[in-house]
C-alpha cells in the first residue's frame, strides 16, 4: 500500500517527523509570505495577486463540500496511524491544502510575471502533500484529488477570465441595466433587509431545512464571507475609488485584508487563541503578545487613518448627489455591525441573568443565523458601496467603445 511507504506510521523518524510536521502545519504561511512579497515588490501584478486569492477561498470552500459529501476517512481515523500533529476528525478526500495550494500554483505559473513565484508554490504544494501524508492526516489519493481539483479550477479560471470581455461585449445593455440598479440611493439598505430576512428564514426553518454546519467556521456562510472581503479588496485593488489618495486606498485595503483574516480564523490558527480576546494577553507569553501587537499595529493605524478621513468624505458624499448611494450603504454597513455586536453579546447577557437555559433551541438557531449571515452582509456592503463610487450617478462608462472605466460626470 502506498501509504505504508509513505507515511510515518508507528516508528516516525524523528528529524523528518519534525520537518513534516513543520511542512505541513506551516507551509501555508511561506506561501502567502512569497506571494504578498511579489505583490509588494510588483504593483502592477495585485489585481492578479488578489484575484488568485478569491479564487483559492473559492476552491476551499469546494473541496470541503466535496469532502462532506465523500465522507472518506483520513488514515489516523482508520487507526492506519497516530495522529502526529493537531487535525480535526473531518472527511479528508480532496485534500483542502492540495487544492488550495495547486490551485494557486497553477495560476501563478499562467502569469510570465509570476512564474517563478509559481514554480516555488507548485514546488511547495509536492512538498506539503508528501509532509501531510507523512504525519497521517491524508492518503495519497486525497493529495492526488486536490492536485487534480485544483488543475481543473485554475483552467476554469482561466477560461473564465479570456471569455469576461466577449462577454461583456455582447451583455452591455443587460450590464448598463444592473448597474443602474446598483447605483439606486436604496440598494444598500434593501440588500440589508433582503438579507435579514434571508437569515430569519434560514434560522426558524434550522436544523430541519438546513444544517447547523452551514453557520459554523468554515461553512458555506463563512467561506462566502471570506470571499466577500476579498472581492472587495480585489475591487480597491482594481479601481480604486474616485477622489481617494493612494493612501485612503492602501488603509481601506488593509483593513478588509484584516476582516478576511479574521474571517478566516488565521489568527486563532497561529497562536491557539483569538488575538482579539482579553484573556490572550492575560495568559499569553511575552513573544505571543509582542508579534500580536506587531500584526495589530498597521491595522489600527488603517482604522485611524480611514476614521480620521471619514468625516469630509462623509460630507463630500452627502454633497455630490451621485455619490448619496454609497454614503447610505456605509450608514446601512454601521447598522448591521451594531446588530452583529448586539447578536454576539446576547447570550452572554442570558447567561448572566440565569435565563439562556429557558431559551428554545428554534430561538437559538435564529439567532446564530442572523448573527452569521449579517457579518456575510458586512462584505457585501462594502462591495456595493465600492461599486457606488464608482458609478456614481450615470453609469455612463459601461457604455464606453473601448470598454475602458470612467468616471461619470458630476451631476
Same mark, same amino acid.
Given at each position: ?146 492536485? +487534480? ?25 443587460? +450590464? ?57 479588496? +480585489? ?57 500580536? +501587537? ?118
Amino acid at each position: 500500500m502506498l501509504f505504508d511507504w509513505l507515511g510515518a506510521g508507528f516508528a516516525p523518524h524523528a528529524a523528518l517527523l519534525r520537518i513534516a510536521s513543520l511542512l505541513a502545519e506551516g507551509s501555508t504561511w511561506l506561501c502567502a509570505a512569497l506571494i504578498v512579497g511579489a505583490a509588494w515588490m510588483q504593483p502592477p501584478v495585485r489585481p492578479r495577486v488578489a484575484l488568485i486569492l478569491v479564487v483559492a477561498g473559492l476552491v476551499s470552500m469546494l473541496s470541503r463540500e466535496i469532502a462532506a459529501v465523500l465522507a472518506m476517512p483520513r488514515p489516523f481515523m482508520l487507526g492506519l496511524s497516530p495522529l502526529h500533529i493537531p487535525h480535526d476528525a473531518r472527511p479528508g478526500l480532496p485534500s483542502t491544502h492540495a487544492s488550495v495550494m495547486f490551485t494557486v500554483a497553477f495560476m501563478l505559473l499562467t502569469d510570465r510575471r509570476l512564474r517563478a513565484v509559481g514554480w516555488a508554490v507548485l514546488a511547495m504544494a509536492v512538498l506539503t502533500g508528501g509532509a501531510r501524508i507523512y504525519v497521517g492526516v491524508h492518503f495519497p489519493l486525497d493529495v492526488m484529488a486536490g492536485a +487534480l481539483l485544483g488543475g481543473c479550477v485554475a483552467a476554469g479560471a482561466q477560461a473564465v477570465l479570456m471569455a469576461t470581455g466577449r462577454l461583456r461585449e455582447s451583455a452591455r445593455p443587460q +450590464l448598463t441595466a444592473v448597474a443602474r440598479t446598483l447605483s439606486h440611493p436604496r440598494s444598500g439598505p434593501w440588500l440589508l433587509v433582503g438579507i435579514a430576512l434571508g437569515a430569519t428564514w434560514i434560522g426558524l426553518n434550522m436544523p430541519l431545512s438546513f444544517r447547523p454546519s452551514l453557520l459554523q467556521q468554515g461553512g458555506a456562510i463563512g467561506n462566502s464571507t471570506l470571499i466577500g472581503y476579498l472581492l472587495a479588496a +480585489l475591487f480597491v485593488l482594481r479601481m480604486r475609488p474616485p477622489a481617494w489618495s493612494k493612501r485612503d486606498a492602501g488603509a481601506l485595503l488593509v483593513v478588509l485584508l484584516a476582516l478576511a483574516a479574521n474571517e478566516a480564523g488565521l489568527h486563532v490558527a497561529l497562536f491557539g487563541i483569538s488575538i482579539l480576546k482579553a484573556r490572550f494577553y492575560s495568559g499569553g507569553t511575552l513573544w505571543q503578545i509582542a508579534v500580536a +501587537l506587531a500584526l495589530l499595529a498597521p491595522i489600527a493605524i488603517a482604522a485611524g487613518w480611514l476614521l480620521r478621513r471619514s468625516h469630509g468624505v462623509w460630507r463630500s458624499a452627502l454633497a455630490r448627489r451621485r455619490w448619496r448611494a454609497a454614503a447610505r450603504t456605509v450608514a446601512s454597513f454601521g447598522v448591521a455591525v451594531v446588530t452583529i455586536r448586539v447578536l454576539d453579546g446576547l447570550p452572554g447577557l442570558l447567561l448572566d441573568a440565569g435565563m439562556l437555559s429557558e431559551v428554545p433551541s428554534a430561538m437559538h438557531y435564529l439567532l446564530l443565523s442572523l448573527e452569521e449571515i449579517l457579518e456575510l452582509a458586512l462584505p457585501l456592503l462594502a462591495l456595493l458601496a465600492l461599486v457606488q463610487l464608482r458609478l456614481g450617478r450615470h453609469p455612463t462608462w459601461l457604455r464606453r467603445g473601448d470598454g475602458a472605466p470612467r468616471l461619470a460626470a458630476t451631476a
